[in-house]
């Protein structure tokens, strides 16, 4: 019998496939790694997968990665992590897109996928100055 986990782990291997940049397991949780260029698309799939449905977006948040390991970090500097559950299959998801370019860092806005998106990607603008294209009102609300 296999546990939670690893039929999560299965059912994304099966519906992304090559989208899937790296799939962890840490502390009880999976992380999938995707692309900037397949994060809308991957979004958009694990909300809709029969197998998957990730209906609700719990949070999203920006991370600087520039001094993580103290220095020893060796990747892009910035990544939008989203933190999904599945109601239905009682699952949850950490999701991390990496923004290509460190000095102009970009990544789709979810918010056509997840309309609870809004204010996190603009918490994340305004606290990393990531930006998400395609958000419909992308201005500054803290600081």
Same mark, same amino acid.
């Given at each position: ?19 899937? @940049? ?33 209906? @609700? ?87």
């Amino acid at each position: 019998m296999s546990s939670r986990i690893e039929t999560l782990k299965a059912a994304l291997q099966k519906a992304l496939g090559a989208q899937i @940049q790296s799939l962890t397991e840490d502390v009880g949780e999976l992380t999938l790694v995707v692309k900037a260029a397949d994060y809308l698309a991957v979004t958009t799939k694990l909300r809709d997968d029969a197998t998957l449905r990730f209906e @609700q977006l719990i949070d999203l948040c920006g991370v600087d990665y520039r001094d993580y390991g103290d220095g020893a970090w060796n990747g892009p500097r910035f990544a939008a992590v989203l933190h999904l559950l599945s109601i239905a299959n009682n699952w949850r998801l950490r999701v991390r897109v990496f923004a290509p370019d460190d000095d102009l860092p970009v990544v789709p806005s979810v918010i056509p996928v997840w309309n609870a998106a809004n204010w996190f990607e603009r918490e994340a603008f305004d606290l990393y100055g990531l930006v998400f294209e395609g958000h419909p009102d992308l201005r500054r609300i803290l600081t």
